[in-house]
């Protein structure tokens, strides 16, 4: 049996992010036509209330890429209030390297390629982790709703797709699903708060982002046509809807009629728990939880070979997982989720047009009769209260060596308090 106390992995301080000085709002525009494409800049709407527009938001530092980060800001102001925001990057064509053939970017391209993004909100800081959102593009859901997905995600492709599709520059959307993007009305406190909001996003390295077939090592990487990077432009594109003063001072004073008690948002929050090491021949792994400081309400796991995990122009793959035959919680001593049927942890996975990945096993561990469903803030588990808590994996002998990655889903509420004396928002944990 191998035993691994993980690091914990939680989101970095908000201390880390510079002091927001001058707000910046609306950015040069590139493009007011439409028909140019459906990806360009469009212009800001700000028309009759209740209509929808959008604002597009260049970032901070210019010339960023893979490796590197991504900063940055957006303050409301009179006309909009925000509901969804969504990041868009134009990828370079790509050009072989060496004798190696089909060059490509890797499936679910953005997914794939953001280690975290990070929205930093006053005090507050809220972190998307790229295999969360990874996993979500796999996520059982309609037909319709897939297709849509894969099509602005450039994923579910075979081999010879992605590698014709990266013979010329690219467009690559996907959706950021912070809090105030999650429940109706949730993005109205912004406007009333009128405060600078930051966004960060990690990049990861070219290494784990590219392809090519018959690449002679490991580094043996597709370079950008241009010669320069492999994201040409990138923006943050935001839906807005425009209200009349009316209804937004009718929304500022049901805040504020709830006095120092606030106007509170329920929120899905995490912590995680990566690369615990499952060994090659090993039949069982315990994993210590000891760094889970939270109250939970589930608990996701997914299991994934260390070599696909690792930078490699031929073999990055990140959702090659393997099943396993039970798993159990050790808390104080006491033994939970015995049983080795795995139907009702397994989650569904619509996976039909991912070759190679008819389903995914992700796992999970249910502390409440609706773990998916951030917006029911009842059932749950404190772990700060639980002594040495583990998770206990046992497989089939192993054939290499696996990562074990534990995310926890926490119950959390943003406060918003507007008064007189001082207006703000702040994150607390229920009791």
Same mark, same amino acid.
């Given at each position: 049996m191998s035993t691994y106390n &993980?690091?914990? =992995?939680?989101?970095? =301080?908000? &201390?880390?992010?510079?002091? /927001?000085?001058?707000?910046? @709002? $609306? !950015? !040069?525009?590139?493009?007011?036509?439409?028909? %140019?494409? #459906?990806?360009? #800049?469009?212009? @800001?709407? &700000?028309?009759? !209330?209740?209509?929808?527009?959008?604002?597009?938001? =260049? #970032?901070?530092?210019?010339? *960023?890429d893979f490796g590197s980060q991504t900063y940055y800001k957006v303050i409301s102001n009179e006309n909009e209030v925000f509901k969804d925001v969504e990041l868009v990057v134009k990828l370079d064509a790509l050009t072989l390297t060496g004798s190696a053939t089909q060059p490509r970017y890797v499936d679910d391209v953005l997914c794939a390629a953001i280690e975290k993004a990070e929205f930093q909100y006053g005090n507050q800081l809220q972190v998307l982790y790229g295999d969360e959102l990874h996993y979500s593009m796999l996520q059982e859901t309609d037909e319709d709703e897939l297709k849509r997905r894969q099509r602005l995600q450039a994923s579910g492709l075979t081999v010879e797709e992605r590698a014709a599709l990266a013979t010329a520059s690219q467009w690559v959307v996907i959706k950021l699903p912070f809090w105030w993007t999650q429940r109706t009305g949730a993005a109205w406190h912004h406007y009333c708060l009128q405060k600078t909001t930051r966004i960060a996003i990690t990049w990861r390295d070219k290494g784990y982002l590219l392809q090519q077939t018959s690449a002679t090592s490991a580094s043996d990487l597709p370079t950008p046509t241009a010669g320069g990077r492999y994201i040409v432009d990138q923006w943050l594109r935001f839906s807005t809807a425009t209200i009349s003063q009316a209804t937004k001072q009718t929304y500022t004073s049901m805040v504020?009629?709830?006095? &120092?008690?606030?106007? $509170?948002? !329920?929120?899905?929050?995490? =912590?995680? $728990? $990566?690369? *615990? *090491?499952?060994?090659?021949?090993?039949t069982e792994t315990t994993v210590q939880l000891t760094n889970l400081t939270k109250y939970g309400y589930n608990m996701r796991f997914w299991i994934r070979p260390v070599v696909n995990l690792t930078a490699d122009a031929r073999n990055n793959r990140r959702w090659d997982a393997i099943d396993l035959k039970s798993c159990h919680l050790d808390i104080s001593g006491k033994r939970y989720f015995p049983e080795t049927d795995k139907g009702y942890m397994k989650y569904g996975i619509n996976a039909k047009m991912f070759a190679g990945n008819p389903e995914l096993p992700i796992y999970n561990i249910p502390f409440t009769e609706t773990p998916d469903q951030f917006q029911h803030g009842l059932g749950g588990f404190d772990f700060v209260s639980a002594s040495s808590p583990q998770l206990v994996?046992?497989?089939?002998? /192993? %054939?290499?060596?696996y990562y074990l990655d534990v995310y926890l889903y926490e119950h959390n509420y943003v406060r918003i308090v507007l008064s007189e004396q001082g207006s703000g928002a702040e994150t607390v944990q229920p009791l």
């Amino acid at each position: 049996m191998s035993t691994y106390n &993980a690091g914990n =992995q939680s989101a970095s =301080q908000a &201390a880390s992010f510079t002091n /927001l000085t001058t707000p910046i @709002h $609306l !950015p !040069p525009l590139v493009s007011n036509n439409g028909a %140019d494409s #459906p990806y360009l #800049p469009q212009s @800001h709407k &700000a028309q009759n !209330p209740s209509v929808i527009g959008y604002t597009d938001l =260049q #970032p901070e530092n210019s010339s *960023t890429d893979f490796g590197s980060q991504t900063y940055y800001k957006v303050i409301s102001n009179e006309n909009e209030v925000f509901k969804d925001v969504e990041l868009v990057v134009k990828l370079d064509a790509l050009t072989l390297t060496g004798s190696a053939t089909q060059p490509r970017y890797v499936d679910d391209v953005l997914c794939a390629a953001i280690e975290k993004a990070e929205f930093q909100y006053g005090n507050q800081l809220q972190v998307l982790y790229g295999d969360e959102l990874h996993y979500s593009m796999l996520q059982e859901t309609d037909e319709d709703e897939l297709k849509r997905r894969q099509r602005l995600q450039a994923s579910g492709l075979t081999v010879e797709e992605r590698a014709a599709l990266a013979t010329a520059s690219q467009w690559v959307v996907i959706k950021l699903p912070f809090w105030w993007t999650q429940r109706t009305g949730a993005a109205w406190h912004h406007y009333c708060l009128q405060k600078t909001t930051r966004i960060a996003i990690t990049w990861r390295d070219k290494g784990y982002l590219l392809q090519q077939t018959s690449a002679t090592s490991a580094s043996d990487l597709p370079t950008p046509t241009a010669g320069g990077r492999y994201i040409v432009d990138q923006w943050l594109r935001f839906s807005t809807a425009t209200i009349s003063q009316a209804t937004k001072q009718t929304y500022t004073s049901m805040v504020k009629s709830t006095g &120092a008690t606030g106007w $509170l948002y !329920p929120i899905k929050d995490m =912590q995680r $728990l $990566l690369n *615990t *090491t499952m060994l090659s021949s090993a039949t069982e792994t315990t994993v210590q939880l000891t760094n889970l400081t939270k109250y939970g309400y589930n608990m996701r796991f997914w299991i994934r070979p260390v070599v696909n995990l690792t930078a490699d122009a031929r073999n990055n793959r990140r959702w090659d997982a393997i099943d396993l035959k039970s798993c159990h919680l050790d808390i104080s001593g006491k033994r939970y989720f015995p049983e080795t049927d795995k139907g009702y942890m397994k989650y569904g996975i619509n996976a039909k047009m991912f070759a190679g990945n008819p389903e995914l096993p992700i796992y999970n561990i249910p502390f409440t009769e609706t773990p998916d469903q951030f917006q029911h803030g009842l059932g749950g588990f404190d772990f700060v209260s639980a002594s040495s808590p583990q998770l206990v994996i046992t497989t089939s002998a /192993l %054939d290499q060596n696996y990562y074990l990655d534990v995310y926890l889903y926490e119950h959390n509420y943003v406060r918003i308090v507007l008064s007189e004396q001082g207006s703000g928002a702040e994150t607390v944990q229920p009791l």
